[in-house]
């Protein structure tokens, strides 16, 4: 355990949304991009331990489970330091059930709030509580530790993480339609079982997304993002995601979809106007209305590897 804290007034946990899979990483790679979740501590309240009293701006409540109440009351079952009620302001910019990790970025935040509250905490203890309740660690490992990760899970539960900077040059062009998916709907739509075929595919492809990304070969990407695990059965479900996989432009780098959906990611470099334009023709043409945004991933501080 590291030495106690006292949280005060002020004090802000910023936790960043993430863009996962990365087609054929299914579960395993997930980048930490420039979209945020913001709890800043507007009070204390030492006679009321424990209570966690949130405020959220702009209207953006979570319709169902609030995962930041989730995480934090996770961290406390787990660590049992006690601490003093907080009351809280809570801001995002991280669209929700879109495929960019707002589960995740709130889970993250919670956890980071009790850490604030109590003492440093060990990555692997983090990422333990966080894929528990996610039921996944990609998302997680990106919003804990930034830039992009791989995440491997242990057959008894522990989870190695390992996280390093996404090239600069590679922005994010991402399309958010306004067409909800549930990630337990999406994750149910899958095969239970998949071909030898398929899984060798993958395989292939997702060596390759790597080193490409490591080497600078990005003439790579396109063939390196293609997915037979999970994109063709959820693509019935996300508007776009066939007309987006199918770009044939310079501009764009390749395509997939964005962890669950329906978010869609288009990598690109320094024709990433012409890509943003190019994505919304698509929904211009399906008459579907979007959001298209262009990020930048958000770097670790340094590489990171972890063991819980």
């Not at 669209?95 to 707002?102: I, K, Q």
């Not at 990422?127 to 491997?152: F, Q, V």
């Not at 080497?215 to 508007?239: C, I, K, M, N, S």
């Amino acid at each position: 355990m590291g030495q106690r804290r006292s949280i005060a007034r002020g004090t802000e946990i910023v936790v960043s949304g993430s863009t996962s899979n990365l087609g054929p990483g299914f579960d395993a790679l997930s980048v930490a991009v420039t979209v945020y979740l913001t709890v800043r501590v507007v009070d204390v309240l030492p006679g009321q331990p424990h209570v966690l009293d949130m405020h959220f701006a702009g209207g953006g409540a979570p319709s169902g489970e609030n995962r930041i109440a989730t995480g934090f009351r996770a961290a406390l079952a787990r660590f049992g330091d006690p601490v003093p009620g907080l009351r809280v302001e809570v801001t995002s910019d991280i669209p929700m059930r879109a495929g960019l990790g707002s589960s995740a970025a709130a889970t993250v935040a919670g956890m980071r709030l009790y850490e604030a509250a109590t003492s440093p905490r060990a990555i692997g203890d983090l990422m333990e509580i966080a894929s528990g309740i996610e039921g996944h660690p990609d998302n997680a490992a990106a919003a804990l530790l930034g830039g992009i990760t791989l995440s491997c899970q242990h057959d008894d539960g522990r989870i190695s993480t390992q996280a390093w900077r996404w090239p600069d040059e590679l922005r994010f062009v991402i399309a958010t339609p306004e067409a909800e998916l549930e990630t337990a709907f999406a994750r149910k739509v899958l095969p239970p079982q998949i071909s030898l075929h398929d899984a060798v595919f993958n395989l292939q492809r997702a060596l390759l997304l790597v080193r490409a990304l490591e080497t600078g070969a990005y003439e790579d990407l396109h063939e390196a993002l293609r997915d037979r695990w999970h994109q063709p059965a959820r693509q019935q479900f996300v508007p776009g995601l066939a007309d987006a996989l199918a770009l044939d432009h310079p501009a764009v780098l390749g395509a997939y979809l964005s962890g669950a959906g329906p978010s869609i990611a288009v990598l690109a470099s320094d024709r990433h106007l012409e890509a943003a334009a190019l994505l919304s023709e698509i929904y211009a043409r399906l008459r579907v209305p979007c959001t298209v945004r262009t990020l930048s991933a958000h770097q670790p501080e340094v590489p990171v590897r972890t063991a819980s």
